[in-house]
């Protein structure tokens, strides 16, 4: 496959890679069929289940978010499309829907292209490039190949670009491969180092620190939860005369109330959405990676 001639510089986020990687997981996971009970298979159906071939790995897509600066494009995050593998199209109002969510949680990201998985392009992937077209009229395509080679070295993506080129007299979009550079960010370095850290060395789940700290964490907030009740059935039954006013104990509530978080805005809302589905991803990518 040819080489872009572009001269565009392409930085790819680590966000990205484990966006793809997740939704790639979870799809081969649920496409799986679930194990038959120990009791329930004879000797034969064990020898024609060892022998049948493994199921091929179901592709996902989804589309690719950054900035675009001069000549240099910045791949920072990802996410999921739904697509109809019998006409080779995408959901187009779920795209929309999605565009615009992250439009307001990242106003400066513009949808730079589509992703995929696969072991190299398929001549059908071009016409989910070119319906992707009148959003982004030179998008890039990231590939992501999942089959394990433990001789390569190199990350296993690849980035492509769509050249218009003349065959037998015909000019013909195709793909062209295109270099790309790792790039992090302080958060990110910090986030990835601590995903590293979080095999315990005990042999357990990869996840069970993560879900120790987040148990903590609901621990404290339904206690929270708790005592915020307590001071407002207080504040009721004294609004009911059920029982007298005592102005220190209400100018102590009343400083309590102002530091809480009191928050309730559709931002937080979509802040909060957002930081919980990297809460989910994190977890899983932690077992992915290290069971």
Not at 15 to 31: A, E, F, P, Y
Request: proline residues 5%.
């Amino acid at each position: 496959m040819a080489s872009s001639s572009s001269g565009l510089t392409f930085k790819l986020h680590p966000l990205v890679i484990v966006n793809i990687s997740d939704h790639h997981t979870r799809v081969k996971s649920q496409s799986q069929p679930p194990p038959t009970a120990n009791g329930g298979a004879g000797a034969g159906d064990a020898a024609a289940s060892s022998t049948s071939p493994p199921l091929s790995s179901p592709r996902v897509f989804g589309c690719v978010i950054g900035v675009q600066r001069g000549r240099t494009v910045e791949i920072f995050n990802s996410f999921e499309l739904l697509y109809d593998p019998s006409t080779h199209s995408l959901d187009r109002s779920f795209l929309e829907k999605k565009q615009e969510l992250y439009k307001k949680v990242f106003p400066n990201f513009y949808i730079l292209g589509w992703y995929s998985t696969g072991a190299d392009a398929e001549e059908s992937d071009m016409h989910i490039h070119k319906a992707l077209m009148d959003i982004n009229e030179s998008p890039v395509y990231v590939l992501l190949n999942p089959s394990i080679n433990h001789a390569q070295k190199d990350l296993p993506v690849t980035i492509y670009e769509s050249e218009l080129h003349v065959i037998d007299g015909i000019p013909q979009l195709i793909f062209v491969r295109s270099s790309y550079t790792i790039e992090t960010v302080e958060a990110e370095r910090i986030s990835v180092d601590h995903v590293a850290h979080l095999k315990p060395s005990d042999g357990g789940s990869a996840a069970t620190q993560l879900a120790a700290h987040l148990t903590g964490i609901h621990s404290a907030i339904k206690m929270l939860n708790s005592r915020i009740r307590v001071l407002h059935h207080y504040l009721n039954a004294m609004q009911k005369g059920e029982i007298p006013y005592e102005n220190s104990l209400l100018r102590q509530v009343s400083s309590l109330l102002r530091r809480l978080p009191a928050i309730e805005s559709e931002k937080f809302r979509d802040d909060f959405l957002m930081v919980r589905a990297y809460i989910n991803r994190t977890s899983l990518a932690c077992d992915v990676i290290y069971c």
